[in-house]
Every structure is written in C-alpha cells, then in structure tokens.
C-alpha cells in the first residue's frame, strides 16, 4: 500500500484529538479488572480490518478511547501557554458523538485510503499487525502507511478526488491538447509573462514552500516612477499631439532597467537618465530645433513677461491634461496585476519594429506590369535643388515708362499676420475690401514665416525664389525691387507705423533690400497698440495719411512707397488692457479695422487726385487657429495655413473704372508675379483711358512651385504632398493636422 501524503495525516488527527481532548469516563471493578480480555477482543477484531474498512477503523478509535491511558491533551491545548490552559472537567455522562466537522475530516482521510485500494484491486497488500493500536502520532502514522501499497502511483489532485466517480477522467486518457493558431498562442504566451504573480511564501507549519516564479528577464523589467514618463508620450503619440522616435526611447529605457550595487555607478545613472529624459522629451515634439531657439534668443528676451506667460498658456490643454491624469491611475492600477514594465517596453520595441519593419524573407510573386501600381518617393533633395537652380534663372526687367506716359505712383503695403486661413478662421473673407481689389492673388506663397525674411523677399521680387541662406548674400542688380524703380523713374519712400528696432527691421531691409530711404516721422502720432516687446504701434490710417500729406508737397512724377505694418502681430494690446490679454480674441477686432482703414486710404488717394498702385502683400499669416504642430503664434513651420496669403492690386485715382468684376488669380504665384505686373502696367498704363481690363497685365503670369522656408525648415509641395525637413534630419511627408 502506498504510504499516506502529510496533509492526510494532518487531515486524519482532528478527529483523534476531538475525542482524546474528552476525559475518560470511570470504569467498574469488573472493568478495572478485566481490561486484557478487551484487548484480546480488540486485537482479534482489529485482524479482520482489511475486510471491514470503515467500520472496523470506527470501532479502533472506540476502543483506543475507551482505554484507561491517560488523555493526551490537543494540539491546540498544548500550544497555548500554561496559565491558558483548561483542566479536564470530569464528567460521568457517556462520550458524547463527533462534531459533524470531525466526522468529514475523519471519513475524507478513509476515503483516500479506500480509493488508493480501488484503484488498484490486484496489488498486494502487507498484513496489519496484531498489535495494539497505540494513541501515539508516531503509531497512527505508521499504521496508515502500512495500510497503502508501495507500488502505488502518485496521488491524484484533491480536486478530482471530491468529485463523482462518473465525473473522474483518467488522466492517461485524456486528449492531446488542439492545435491552436500562432496568434493565439502568442497572445497566450504574452498574457501568462506579462501577469504579475504572487510571490513565493512557506506555509505555516510546514516546511514546504509555493511554487516561486521564476527570475525570468520579463519578470525583472521594471521601469519605475519612468513607467509614467513612457505612458504618458505613448499617449500624446496616440492624440498625434507629439512625434515619436522609439529607438531612442527603447534606448532610453534600456538604461534605466540597467542595474549595479555600486551608489556611484547609481548617481551617474540616475544623472543621465534625467538629463536624457528632458532631452528626448523636447526632441519628441514639433518645437522649432534647438539652434533655432539658441538663435532667437536674443529676441525673446525682449519679450514682456505677460506675453511669455500667455505663450505658455497655449501650450495647455484641459481636456489633454484630463487624459494624461486618466491615463496614469489607469497604468497605476493596473501596475499591482500586471508587469507594466514589460508592457511598456514590448510597445516600444513594436513601435520601432513598425517604423523599421524586418525585411520579408519570402519571395513573393511577381504582379504583371499591367496591374502593378508603383509610386516612387520623389528624391527630396533633388528636387529642392532644381527648384533653386530654376529661379536662379528667372527675373523680370522693369521698363522705363515713356515719356508721354500718365505717371502715377506705386504703393506696397507690407502686412504683417495675415493670411487666408486667418481671414477664414475670423470669418472675415466676405468684407469688401476683397471686392474693391482689381486683382486678387488667392495662392501667393509669401515663401517665409518671419518679417525679416519675408521683407528681403519682397524687396528682391524681381528675380526668382532665392535659398533663405542665399537672401543674406550679395544678388545681381537687377534683383532689388526699389533700385529698378528708381531706374525706372521712381523715388523710393519708406514708412512704417512701428520703431522698427525689434530683430533690426532696420538695418535688414537696408542692408538686405537695398531701402536707404529715410522712413516718414512719426512724432506727435497718438500710439494705436503696444507690442508684444511694449514698443508702440501707430494707427495704420494716421501714418499713410501723413505720408500722403508729404507726397503732395513732393514735386517728384512718380514715387514708390514701402509702408510696413504690424498692426495684427501677435501679441499686440490696446492701452490701458489687462496685463494679461488674449491677444487672439482681439485679432478679429484689430483686422476689421485694419481692413476699414485701407478701404478709406483708397478713397483718400481718390479724393486727393494722386494717381496710384496699391500693392497690399502680406508678410505672413499670424497662426490664429494653430494646429496639432504648433501652437497659436507659432510658425515656425512656413506651412500654407501661414505662407499662403491674399495679394491684392488696385488701380486707384484719375476716374479710371475697371471692366468686369475682380479677377480672381487661382494659380501658385509668388514674388516673382507682382514684378511682372507691375511692368506690365509700366509698359501700359492703366491711366491711359478711362476705363482698364485687369485680364491685360496678367498675361504669362509666372508660376511658381510652393517651397516655404525659414533658417532651419524647408517644406515643399510635390505631387500635390508636402515634404517636411527641420535642421539635419532627413524628409518626411508633413500632413497638417488641426
């Protein structure tokens, strides 16, 4: 017979102890004197206990109680300290019968043993001794190890001994697991090492412990309080708020599961990985790069302290904050079920493998040509190249006018933050000054995102798009706009309703643009604005008036003006305004009257009998609506939403009427186009007859491909995508997200 399992022992004595832990009741003379014939009654009934299982073991335990051995305290009794325990109380009642509790706990350890039996019929059984049954651990113990064979096989589960006989499934019988699909079992594989388990405890009493789970690698991932740094990026990555690089994430991680028992090893670590952190943090964004920002820095120091907390401020988002603070007592619940760590890291390591997939090994068949779809990725740098090369080559001469010619003036309003998608998103494109223009230019590309840029672009209209490195070269002559007017005739002017010192807008345009002419005064005007740095800001209508009242005085033909403005620059506040201001809640009030005012320049230039051109060319937009990108104000990307702004061209003065209704340019023009309308109409004027066709100046209108610039970003439009590329880092396909 098999020897019985410890916890079957342990099963076996409650019952012992429950009926030891009862005092003995007194025995007659006749009892006293004749306990040898109850053993010998005893030991022949305990030989035929192989026959009768249960009911002889029952009668075994009466009789072992039955004996005039002293009771051997419980277990229980024993354990608890000396003043604690209970004496026996003497009682002349009979013995009472077994709790329902002793009974199950004796009769489960019988069942086993009367399993064991059934289970192999034909093994031999050793013979039980005649002996005495003695109340002792030791005999009991060796009685039931008797009582099993020894070629028994291992015991079967507690659980399937506590179930019905039909419901017993032989364990050798039992199927071949089914073959489960490679999905599944990797799903399956994933789920039991990313459970976090219980770990390894010693039961009490007992010298055995519980399964431990294995130091496996997955088990010892863990990233710590940085579990909430990756989180919280994997989120941002999934609201498409950020870019990402899992390489150097996967990397990052890397170092922080490294471990050593050295505290200086552990301080240089801890340093690294904060530094590291902050690093790849700002490199996971679309910020502008780092030498952009070390390059501006002289000018954002000129920035009042009240507009730097309103930058800051576009950069939060409740609802966004809602979802991180989501997220992360999400991952904080989860972390005490799962391993977090290793989840973590799987998902960065299958963003890397997503961004870089393995190569297919397998052949696959060839499709006929027919029926194949290639598209090749156009060769960026390539095509940046030609583009240049190709303007390089373009310029546009401006005529002398003949001397029988009506002379009339030239007058380029240079707006600064203005652009379609801000009149749209203002709802602002239905005013009429749109309709008063001649001719309006819905798709010129002002090619830059800054002032500086886009006035030295402006100035060199007359020659092709150049580089933004080549803009701050010397160029050829005949590429600076205000010098071919003034050998076409004209005297250049320049005025501006700003100081015009914040980033030297000054020296740029006289140093770059070849405008030495002393800008109008601005004494005695009444300050309009404050800027972003608190330097004042005209009336835009005050100073075009005041430079009018000049030009009558003025005994030159023709003049050429350059007004700059900066009347809608972002971060511009009225006088007396809170300290704080939403400067973009103010950009509708503050176009709307810019737009008022240029309509009563024209009929002011109307009244006054001067002859002119109005220009009216955005520098750039003002980035009101922002995107997933950028924030509100920001450009550094030149994207269409700030490149892409309304040029328009009005013939004013001399009681010359237009024919039909503006016409409406739908073409990719740039710089290039106003030069080439402008001598068109120095060729023919205008002013000749009564009455003009816009259709006759845009004749051969140059085209020109959508490529936007700044010191750092170059972003190209081809095959109807754009090609983004920041500072050193190769091309990507840019989609504007809003």
């Known amino acids: 017979m098999k020897k019985t399992t410890s916890w079957a022992e342990y099963l076996n004595k409650p019952g012992e102890q429950v009926k030891q832990s009862r005092p003995a009741e007194p025995q007659s003379p006749e009892a006293d004197e004749q306990p040898p014939s109850k053993n010998r009654r005893h030991e022949s009934q305990q030989a035929s206990s192989t026959e009768n299982g249960d009911r002889t073991d029952n009668a075994q335990r009466e009789n072992s109680v039955s004996s005039n051995k002293s009771a051997i305290p419980p277990?229980?009794?024993?354990?608890?300290?000396?003043?604690?325990?209970?004496?026996?109380?003497a009682s002349a009642s009979p013995l009472p019968a077994m709790s329902s509790w002793a009974n199950y706990l004796d009769k489960l350890s019988e069942q086993v043993l009367s399993e064991n039996e059934n289970q192999q019929p034909n093994a031999p059984s050793e013979p039980q001794p005649a002996s005495s049954v003695l109340h002792d651990d030791r005999t009991n113990t060796e009685r039931r190890e008797n009582s099993l064979p020894s070629n028994e096989p291992a015991d079967l589960p507690i659980g399937n001994r506590r179930t019905h006989a039909e419901q017993r499934q032989d364990t050798a019988e039992q199927p071949v697991a089914e073959h489960r699909p490679y999905w599944a079992v990797v799903l399956s594989w994933f789920w039991v090492h990313i459970r976090r388990q219980v770990r390894s405890r010693q039961l009490p009493g007992t010298g055995t412990n519980l399964p431990e789970t294995e130091a496996s690698f997955h088990s010892r991932i863990s990233l710590g309080i940085w579990g909430y740094y990756f989180v919280v990026k994997l989120t941002l990555l999934w609201m498409n708020l950020i870019p990402f690089h899992p390489l150097e994430n996967l990397l990052l991680a890397t170092l922080i599961l490294f471990s050593s028992t050295s505290l200086y090893f552990y301080r240089i670590k801890n340093t690294l990985i904060l530094v590291a952190a902050l690093t790849l943090l700002y490199y996971d964004t679309w910020?502008?790069?780092?030498?952009?920002?070390?390059?501006?820095?002289?000018?954002?120091?000129?920035?009042?302290?009240?507009?730097?907390?309103?930058?800051?401020?576009?950069?939060?988002?409740?609802?966004?904050?809602a979802v991180l603070l989501t997220v992360c007592l999400s991952y904080w619940i989860v972390s005490y079920r799962l391993r977090v760590g290793a989840l973590v890291f799987a998902c960065l390591a299958a963003l890397y493998l997503f961004e870089y997939p393995v190569p297919n090994m397998i052949s696959e068949p060839a499709y006929e040509p027919s029926t194949a779809v290639y598209q090749l990725k156009p060769d960026m740098d390539k095509v940046e190249k030609t583009f240049f090369d190709h303007e390089a080559q373009r310029s546009v001469w401006l005529p002398i006018p003949q001397a029988d010619a009506v002379p009339f003036d030239v007058i380029f309003i240079h707006v600064c933050s203005l652009s379609w998608d801000d009149v749209r998103y203002v709802g602002l494109d239905q005013h009429p000054l749109w309709q008063r223009f001649d001719i309006l230019l819905t798709k010129f590309n002002s090619a830059a995102s800054y002032s500086g840029p886009a006035a030295i672009r402006l100035l060199r209209a007359t020659c092709g798009q150049p580089s933004h490195t080549n803009m701050y070269l010397a160029a050829n002559d005949n590429c600076y706009l205000m010098d071919n007017l003034r050998n076409s005739g004209f005297e250049a002017n320049f005025a501006m309703n700003h100081t015009g010192r914040f980033d030297d807008f000054l020296g740029t345009v006289k140093a770059h643009g070849h405008l030495t002419a002393a800008p109008v005064t601005l004494n005695g005007l009444e300050v309009a604005q404050r800027a972003f740095d608190d330097a004042p800001v005209?009336?835009?209508?005050?100073?075009?008036?005041?430079?009018?009242?000049?030009?009558?005085?003025?005994?030159?033909?023709?003049?050429?003006?350059?007004?700059?403005?900066?009347?809608?620059?972002?971060?511009?506040?009225?006088?007396?305004?809170?300290?704080?201001?939403?400067?973009?809640?103010?950009?509708?009030?503050?176009?709307?009257?810019?737009?008022?005012?240029?309509?009563?320049?024209?009929?002011?230039?109307?009244?006054?009998?001067?002859?002119?051109?109005?220009?009216?060319?955005?520098?750039?937009?003002g980035a009101v609506r922002g995107d997933a990108r950028q924030i509100s104000g920001l450009r550094e990307i030149p994207t269409p939403a700030i490149t892409l702004v309304p040029v328009g061209i009005k013939v004013t003065?001399?009681?010359?009427?237009?024919?039909?209704?503006?016409?409406?340019?739908?073409?990719?023009?740039?710089?290039?186009?106003?030069?080439?309308?402008?001598?068109?109409?120095?060729?023919?004027?205008?002013?000749?007859?009564?009455?003009?066709?816009?259709?006759?100046?845009?004749?051969?209108?140059?085209?020109?491909?959508?490529?936007?610039q700044n010191q750092s970003t170059t972003l190209i439009e081809e095959n109807s995508r754009l090609h983004l590329k920041q500072g050193s880092s190769g091309w990507e396909e840019y989609t504007n997200i809003r």
Request: proline letters at 6%.
């Open 538 to 621: 005209y009336d835009d209508l005050k100073v075009l008036d005041r430079w009018l009242e000049t030009r009558k005085k003025s005994a030159s033909p023709r003049v050429a003006l350059y007004y700059n403005t900066v009347s809608l620059h972002d971060g511009n506040h009225f006088p007396g305004a809170e300290s704080l201001p939403n400067t973009l809640e103010t950009y509708q009030g503050r176009l709307r009257t810019f737009l008022d005012e240029m309509e009563q320049f024209m009929h002011s230039l109307e009244k006054s009998g001067r002859r002119a051109v109005v220009v009216m060319v955005p520098e750039h937009g």
């Open 653 to 708: 003065g001399g009681n010359t009427q237009r024919k039909g209704d503006t016409l409406l340019i739908d073409q990719a023009t740039s710089y290039l186009a106003i030069s080439h309308i402008v001598a068109r109409m120095l060729e023919n004027s205008p002013f000749t007859s009564n009455t003009y066709a816009p259709s006759d100046y845009v004749t051969d209108l140059p085209s020109t491909q959508f490529v936007a």
């Open 75 to 89: 277990i229980g009794n024993r354990r608890t300290r000396p003043r604690q325990r209970q004496a026996p109380i």
């Open 287 to 321: 910020l502008p790069p780092i030498s952009s920002v070390v390059s501006q820095a002289s000018s954002l120091s000129d920035f009042k302290f009240s507009y730097l907390v309103e930058l800051t401020s576009r950069f939060i988002s409740l609802p966004v904050i």
